[in-house]
């Protein structure tokens, strides 16, 4: 059975609520919050999640995770007390088994009784809404970390996901955009309404990014140009590998850190164009601050993005960024100052604006300098009182007053 809730301008389908315990709700001390993400590997969601439920004090969490995680997550979480829950079914852009696992969230939300469900990431985030709405959860919260919508994945693909996100947001209370460009995007496509959209930047742990030791086991010489990021489709790393074939001559270098399925066929690539002298695959850093500390120009050509964590790190570090012109990316990035932004796909832009920054060691030094002080905004400090505002707000059934109000401005 479903009834409408009218909340301003439009109405919100929502099942009947839940009867809970009131013995249940009487006993607990602390809120309960229970976050779903489709993969929990080692990329930006899963840091803004990590970071999220390690750091928030006063409620209890449980984190569910689909098919595919990384056992030291898991491992961390633990150890820190946060109950982890694999749910199989929960699989990336399989559509095949999106069904049974809207039921199978479901029948464990209406067993646990969260007082809050938040869901990350695409697949988990349709998935996790539809089941909190067949489950009768009061509070839903959704994170887009990133457009889904682009030009490079297939059109039927972009078309499905797009009506998938229309119908979830119905479902959803708040949605949490990394960038108003982002909460804007998805306004223009017809996804929720205005007064559900907040804007919290993700936050990162600046300190530990300010006076590192460099790495000196990184392979190359200096200048060098690093890209940190999964091995996997939209990143760019064809139009890198184009780029460093214009660019390094034999005094650059460039650095690809991370891991990722793409990893062998990369591999291939820099083979196949005879750029083993100057391109390396590093393999994932847990010293990510050390490997900034050692390089000089941070560059992410992405085709699709939220607002990249790494590109925080690197401001934080004092290194000049050049990255593609999407999504958050100008809200972090300050063209001419902090860095140059590129279309996306252009290895000629790419080419040009990394040859400038390398031949130039004072405009280097000037955009670190701006980038430091840009990246102030995106501590992690910032994005867990922010998020703690949004769960009481939702907690108590009051309004969040979001600090500038709604969408950030």
Do not use: W
């Amino acid at each position: 059975m479903v009834r409408f809730e009218d909340r301003g301008s439009a109405a919100v389908e929502r099942p009947l609520r839940r009867e809970i315990d009131p013995r249940r709700a009487m006993s607990r001390e602390r809120p309960e919050v229970f976050h779903l993400i489709t993969r929990l590997l080692r990329g930006g969601a899963e840091a803004k999640t990590l970071d999220t439920v390690l750091g928030l004090d006063g409620y209890d969490f449980t984190v569910g995770h689909g098919a595919a995680c990384d056992e030291t997550q898991v491992a961390r979480l633990g150890e820190n007390g946060v109950e982890t829950r694999r749910f199989p079914l929960v699989r990336h852009y399989n559509p095949v088994t999106a069904v049974p696992a809207v039921a199978s969230v479901a029948r464990h939300l209406r067993r646990e009784d969260y007082d809050i469900v938040h869901t990350h990431s695409t697949e988990a985030g349709i998935i996790g809404r539809f089941a909190a709405a067949a489950a009768g959860v009061d509070n839903v919260v959704h994170t887009v970390h990133g457009v889904p919508f682009t030009e490079d994945r297939n059109a039927v693909l972009n078309r499905f996901v797009l009506a998938c996100e229309r119908r979830a947001a119905k479902h959803t209370d708040r949605l949490v955009t990394n960038a108003d460009v982002i909460a804007e995007e998805y306004l223009e496509r017809g996804i929720g309404r205005r007064e559900q959209y907040t804007t919290i930047y993700s936050g990162v742990d600046l300190d530990e990014f300010r006076d590192p030791v460099p790495a000196d086991d990184l392979p190359g010489g200096r200048p060098r140009v690093v890209m940190v990021s999964r091995l996997v489709d939209g990143k760019g790393f064809e139009v890198l590998l184009d780029a460093a074939a214009k660019v390094c001559d034999g005094n650059a270098s460039v650095c690809i850190v991370g891991e990722g399925p793409l990893r062998d066929s990369i591999e291939a690539e820099i083979d196949e164009r005879g750029l083993g002298d100057s391109v390396f695959l590093v393999g994932y850093r847990e010293d990510v601050p050390r490997v900034l500390a050692a390089s000089d120009v941070l560059v992410l050509p992405s085709f699709r993005e939220g607002t990249p964590r790494v590109i925080t790190e690197a401001m934080a570090s004092g290194l000049p960024v050049v990255a593609t012109d999407i999504a958050g990316i100008p809200e972090q990035v300050a063209d001419g100052e902090s860095g140059y932004l590129i279309p996306t796909g252009d290895s000629t832009a790419l080419a040009a604006r990394l040859e400038e920054i390398l031949a130039n060691p004072d405009l280097r030094e000037r955009m670190g300098e701006h980038g430091a002080k840009r990246a102030e905004q995106f501590s992690v400090e910032t994005m867990l009182a922010e998020l703690d505002g949004l769960y009481e707000g939702l907690i108590c059934e009051d309004e969040v007053v979001h600090p500038s109000g709604g969408i950030r401005r």
